[in-house]
DNA sequence: GAGCGTTGTCATTTT
DNA sequence: CCAAAATGACAACGC
């Protein structure tokens, strides 16, 4: 407990220092006190600070799982930093103070317009929380901690494979952003009132701000290692602080026009930026992760990559239970409170709802809404209109039928369906039927495939002016998902196409099939946002926190029910005749034991009434009794 | 094609 | 009383 809370209180430091400089407002005064006791004790047993660690424990799990470890340079930075303040406890404000008096200390004439909105940043965060601001706060801690349980429940479980894809991608991406970080840096420090880098700053995301203040981290890193390492430096250290360029380096990160403006949703995943960097730039490194990764929520459900989403989500269950296991553990005075955590990142909530206000169908009158025809509503909504078909005539149990209201183009489309799948060699079965339209159905959920879902629908209809029997080859098997309309050769080319490569295309439906469930089928169908592991395994609070913070349609949430109903029972049948297995080969076991008893009692009565017979009667008579014996009934039970 | 085991599902009962 | 778990029965499926 006293590590834990020295890795809070120094990590909390740091990210105070970080979030100040992007300008976050942290209520993190009641646990700073302690700090410079920590910071200006021993760095080197902090010298990997695990900020998931932290994250965890705090709350923020709902936050990028991939979570670097600060290195024993910030630490050392920080220490360095902190005692320039002076003996008295580290508060937020004093950071920020210091911060601040640093940048204007070494303010210029030509940046006092930027001071003043560096000012005016520091009086922001310096005052007690302004009306907005308490509203805000307010808003913060009528979040109900549900919310980030529910929604860090689904984000926990993420494997390791897609963050090293994760890592190769921003690796890639950091290192071309890299090179226009460093020409814009050097083109922000020549000429701070350069209009080129005024509008680019202006037209620039937000990746690009935090690349100039990692940029500017680094140097100060390189500055102060310099500092230290150069022993033959004549230059004292205060010296150095004044005249390096640390105060110069967030005068200009503070200057920033943007930065007053700056959100942690602004922020941009920039990679990791160990690759392509000075390796010695730990500050740099560290905190150009901790903000692009960790902070990145945001940007990352809005890119709704399904991939990442994916993965990002299921990251979040095991997550969740840690979470849990520190509420439980922690002191609740001497931590944040989970409304406070769940204001910290308000735009979880927001990427929640920007999230499920993609999926839900939102100009549909739920009243009305299973009268309609589903078929219609899946083609305009981008559901795979067969695949809903199918799917929910498949299952009747979930009391959706769609038969009576499937058009005639639609059941005959379905029935060509069969059959094609039947020609092909697949045995009528309906699972077979099920997997036709799976690939169609790929990567339907959350509904950011929406558009491109609709232009795959255009060029079936398109095409099926061509060429009658591969259509369906072509519905069933999407495998042009990818390919923009103009890409698309004619009908007729198209045609020999999904000729050549139906039956390859079957294989991969029916292997589809065995790794994809039913459920799992309809879930992308209806773009239920959720995994069924995740709706089957999730806990019934979370579960129904899920349903009452996404916009679902009655149709998602029945079936979500369906499937949550099917899959538990599911276990509960495999646990049931696992239980009756045991309980036969508990008596399997009992009935060895009862035989053996009863073969060791015959033993020892024939014993009994040998010893009986030679006591009572003499020798040479017989005993008549010795000619009959009772059987011996046993009672299993 | 029958037989058998496994699995999923539903209806019902139990907790 | 309700929800979840447990269980019997049935069907589909694979070998």
Same mark, same amino acid.
């Given at each position: ?49 695990p ?16 979570c670097?470890?600060?290195?024993e ?34 303010g ?8 003043s909105?560096?000012? !005016? ?6 005052? #007690?929380?302004?009306? #907005? ?44 952003e890299?090179?226009v ?5 050097d083109c ?29 981290? &680094? @140097? ?15 230059q004292?250290?205060? #010296? %150095?602080?004044q005249?390096?360029?640390?105060? #110069?380096?967030?005068q ?5 026009? &943007? ?6 949703? !602004?922020?941009?995943?920039? /990679? ?10 730990h ?35 095991? +997550?969740?239970?840690?979470?849990q ?12 409170? @989970? ?39 899946? %083609? ?12 929910? $005539?498949? !299952? ?27 020609? $092909? ?10 997997? %036709?339209?799976?690939?169609?159905l $790929?990567?339907?959920?959350? /509904?950011?495939?929406?558009e ?8 079936? +209809? ?10 369906? @080859? ?26 050549? @490569? ?23 169908a ?24 996404y ?8 079936? %979500? ?47 009994c ?5 030679s ?23």
């Amino acid at each position: 407990m006293k590590d834990l809370k020295k890795y809070l209180t120094e990590g909390l430091l740091q990210f105070t220092i970080l979030l100040s400089l992007v300008g976050v407002r942290l209520d993190f005064d009641s646990y700073l006190p302690p700090i410079r006791e920590i910071i200006l004790g021993s760095s080197s047993a902090y010298s990997q600070i695990p900020f998931h660690s932290l994250w965890d424990t705090a709350g923020g799990a709902s936050l990028h799982p991939k979570c670097p470890h600060l290195s024993e340079g910030v630490a050392r930075r920080l220490l360095h930093e902190v005692r320039a303040l002076g003996g008295a406890p580290v508060r937020r404000t004093e950071l920020h103070a210091w911060l601040l008096q640093a940048a204007q200390d070494q303010g210029t004439a030509a940046q006092s317009s930027n001071s003043s909105s560096s000012s !005016d940043i520091s009086s922001e965060l310096q005052e #007690e929380p302004t009306a #907005e601001g308490r509203n805000s706060s307010k808003e913060q801690q009528d979040v109900e901690t549900g919310d980030v349980l529910a929604y860090s429940y689904l984000h926990e479980q993420n494997d390791t494979s897609s963050l090293e894809q994760d890592d190769k991608k921003l690796s890639q991406e950091t290192r071309r952003e890299d090179n226009v970080r460093r020409s814009n840096a050097d083109c922000h420090k020549s000429q701070n009132s350069n209009p080129c880098t005024e509008s680019s700053r202006n037209s620039a995301n937000s990746p690009h701000l935090l690349d100039e203040f990692t940029h500017l981290l &680094a @140097e100060t890193e390189n500055t102060l290692e310099g500092m230290n390492a150069n022993t033959a430096s004549a230059q004292p250290t205060s #010296e %150095i602080l004044q005249s390096n360029s640390m105060g #110069e380096l967030l005068q200009d990160f503070l200057s920033l026009p &943007a930065l007053q403006e700056i959100s942690l949703e !602004d922020i941009q995943p920039v /990679g990791n930026s160990n690759s392509g960097l000075n390796p010695s730039s730990h500050f740099h490194v560290n905190f150009t992760q901790a903000v692009s990764q960790d902070v990145s929520l945001h940007e990352a459900m809005l890119r709704s990559d399904p991939t990442l989403r994916r993965n990002s989500e299921t990251s979040n269950f095991q +997550r969740e239970e840690s979470f849990q296991q520190s509420n439980s553990s922690r002191n609740p005075e001497a931590f944040l409170s @989970e409304s406070n955590l769940t204001g910290l990142f308000p735009y979880v909530e927001n990427s929640i709802r920007n999230l499920t206000n993609q999926d839900i169908l939102s100009g549909f009158d739920e009243n009305i809404f299973d009268e309609i025809n589903l078929m219609s509503l899946a %083609i305009e909504e981008g559901f795979d209109p067969i695949g809903v078909s199918q799917l929910f $005539e498949a !299952d009747s149990d979930s009391g959706l039928s769609l038969s009576s209201s499937r058009s005639p183009t639609l059941s005959s489309t379905s029935d060509s369906l069969s059959t094609s799948a039947g020609e $092909e060699g697949a045995v009528g079965y309906s699972g077979d039927v099920e997997s %036709i339209s799976y690939d169609h159905l $790929e990567g339907a959920v959350g /509904g950011c495939l929406l558009e491109h879902n609709k232009c795959c629908r255009l060029e079936c +209809r398109f095409d099926s002016d061509f060429c009658e029997e591969p259509q369906f @080859e072509h519905v069933h098997h999407n495998h042009t998902y990818s390919l923009l309309p103009q890409q698309l050769k004619s009908g007729t080319e198209q045609c020999h196409l999904w000729s050549a @490569e139906a039956s390859k295309l079957n294989r991969c439906d029916r292997d589809a099939d065995k790794i994809f469930s039913r459920d799992e089928r309809r879930a992308k169908a209806l773009r239920i946002p959720f995994s069924v592991e995740e709706i089957v395994g999730m806990p019934v609070d979370v579960f129904n926190s899920l349903l009452s913070k996404y916009y679902l349609t009655d149709v998602q949430i029945s079936v %979500i029910r369906d499937i949550r109903r099917r899959g538990k029972n599911k276990v509960a049948a495999q646990n049931c005749r696992k239980r009756k297995l045991d309980a036969i080969l508990n008596l399997e076991n009992d009935v060895c034991q009862l035989q053996a008893q009863k073969a060791s009692l015959l033993k020892e009565k024939a014993q009994c009434n040998k010893s009986g017979r030679s006591l009572t009667q003499p020798e040479g008579e017989t005993c008549m009794s010795d000619a009959f014996e009772p059987p011996v009934r046993i009672y299993l039970r």
